[in-house]
């Protein structure tokens, strides 16, 4: 399964709770075939925090699968183990989680500090088999923005129907406590500005469930439709900037492989 990020517009995207990833997978490409792909989508995604509406964003699509380094949009890699069963790869990639009070409708949210986003870097593995997919990654704040950590698991199975391939997993991801305090929690200051409770987040799971769907059109042109629900842990949906018990992200476009 390859997947692939967004080039640009990221930052308005809030993924915080369905890291991602890689968020977005676009079609199945044999990593040894050095290949590159292009091609335009839009993404939908319920935001967790509060008075922050939800956006439909056009992005353009843009990455490169060789046999020892890829590129993902805004973020890239190399494999220290790859083959047709098993991949290890060290990875850097652009986390777009972030929150900006002028942007929220509520009034105690706008007197929030902001959230920033950063560079996440780690190393992750996949394992290929008859029976499905295993997909495990853990990564660490690069830039001392949160100095936090994330951990993911997933098991995906993939159906070939003709044409379209169905790919459905489950999974869950691991947010450190410096990850959740920096972007969940409201300190002393901010609660006297805000008149919002103060909160420290400690560490969560949140699981998931994901569904990606790719249609071959011809040789090259495939199209896809992805989406992933979240079920937040307590300690995200319980802070004061949170009104979800959920996160969600759809995705649908058309690429072009070469």
């Avoid at 500090?113 to 593995?125: E, H, I, L, P």
């Avoid at 159906?159 to 305090?181: C, E, H, I, K, M």
């Avoid at 006297?192 to 059109?217: C, F, I, Q, V």
Wanted: charged share 20%; hydrophobic share 40%; proline share 4%.
């Amino acid at each position: 399964m390859k997947e692939v990020l967004t080039l640009m517009k990221l930052n308005k995207i809030i993924l915080g709770t369905c890291f991602l990833s890689s968020a977005l997978v676009a079609p199945v490409v044999n990593a040894a075939d050095n290949t590159w792909t292009l091609g335009a989508s839009a993404a939908f995604e319920l935001f967790p925090y509060k008075g922050v509406d939800n956006e439909v964003l056009p992005f353009p699509i843009i990455s490169y699968e060789g046999d020892t380094f890829f590129i993902r949009g805004p973020g890239a890699g190399a494999y220290l183990w790859n083959d047709k069963e098993n991949q290890l790869a060290l990875n850097l990639f652009y986390s777009p989680l972030h929150f900006r009070p002028s942007k929220s409708d509520d009034h105690q949210m706008k007197q929030l500090d902001k959230r920033r986003s950063t560079m996440m870097g780690g190393v992750s593995y996949k394992h290929m088999a008859d029976w499905g997919i295993i997909r495990t990654s853990l990564s660490a704040d690069m830039l001392n923005t949160s100095n936090g950590l994330y951990a993911d698991a997933a098991y995906l199975y993939s159906f070939q129907l003709n044409d379209l391939r169905l790919t459905p997993g489950v999974g869950a991801g691991w947010y450190s406590s410096n990850f959740n305090d920096y972007y969940y929690g409201i300190s002393s200051n901010e609660s006297r500005r805000s008149g919002l409770d103060r909160y420290d987040a400690s560490s969560s799971w949140s699981p998931y469930m994901e569904l990606t769907a790719n249609y071959k059109l011809n040789e090259n042109w495939n199209a896809f439709a992805s989406g992933r629900y979240v079920r937040l842990d307590s300690e995200v949906k319980d802070s004061p900037m949170v009104d979800r018990s959920y996160s969600a992200i759809i995705a649908t476009g058309i690429t072009y492989t070469f």
